[in-house]
């Protein structure tokens, strides 16, 4: 098995935001996490949480496209509102917010280990998401600090709000 070190600067970076949002993000008042809201209507809160459910859904297609057959069929959480009911079904506006935090940075940690491990002979292996797109395990994995990007970004906007 052929591993990949295509990802180190991308996984530098995610470990870069991991190192600077972790303390941010902790000192941040429960008004600021609690009651400011998004375009979609989601709290900071409720924005960690779906930060969560994005690296678990990718750390299983990064393991699953890896051993099941191509193309692969897999639960898309992200599309037709599904995203929503993951973020509403959990609670994360009741979650213990420490805990919301630690679970974001020690999953994101585990994502860049699991990363680290993928087999470069299964870089072009492919998932169909829900809106019948196929997406490689390399371009996903690409993705994926795109998208904690944008959250952050988006939770930043939130703190500066007044």
């Given at each position: 098995m052929e591993q990949t070190h295509e990802f180190e600067a991308n996984n530098q970076e995610l470990l870069q935001l991991i190192t600077v949002w972790e303390p941010r993000l902790l000192s941040l008042e429960d008004e600021v996490i609690s009651g400011r809201r998004n375009s979609q209507n989601r709290s900071i809160r409720e924005i960690t949480g779906h930060l969560i459910d994005s690296v678990s859904n990718n750390?299983?297609?990064?393991?699953?496209?890896?051993?099941?057959?191509?193309?692969?069929?897999?639960?898309?959480?992200?599309?037709?509102?599904?995203?929503?009911?993951?973020?509403?079904?959990?609670?994360?506006?009741?979650?213990?917010?420490?805990?919301?935090?630690?679970?974001?940075?020690?999953?994101?940690?585990?994502?860049?280990?699991?990363?680290?491990?993928?087999?470069?002979?299964?870089?072009?292996?492919?998932?169909?998401?829900?809106?019948?797109?196929?997406v490689s395990l390399k371009s996903m994995i690409n993705h994926y600090l795109e998208h904690?990007?944008?959250?952050?970004?988006?939770?930043?906007?939130?703190?500066?709000?007044k």
């Amino acid at each position: 098995m052929e591993q990949t070190h295509e990802f180190e600067a991308n996984n530098q970076e995610l470990l870069q935001l991991i190192t600077v949002w972790e303390p941010r993000l902790l000192s941040l008042e429960d008004e600021v996490i609690s009651g400011r809201r998004n375009s979609q209507n989601r709290s900071i809160r409720e924005i960690t949480g779906h930060l969560i459910d994005s690296v678990s859904n990718n750390t299983h297609r990064i393991i699953h496209l890896q051993y099941q057959p191509d193309p692969l069929i897999f639960p898309d959480y992200a599309n037709n509102g599904n995203n929503d009911r993951w973020i509403a079904i959990q609670k994360y506006q009741e979650e213990n917010w420490y805990n919301l935090v630690q679970l974001w940075k020690f999953y994101n940690l585990h994502i860049i280990h699991v990363i680290n491990q993928v087999n470069a002979e299964k870089l072009s292996n492919e998932w169909i998401t829900a809106l019948n797109q196929k997406v490689s395990l390399k371009s996903m994995i690409n993705h994926y600090l795109e998208h904690v990007r944008l959250h952050l970004n988006e939770i930043e906007e939130l703190i500066n709000q007044k």
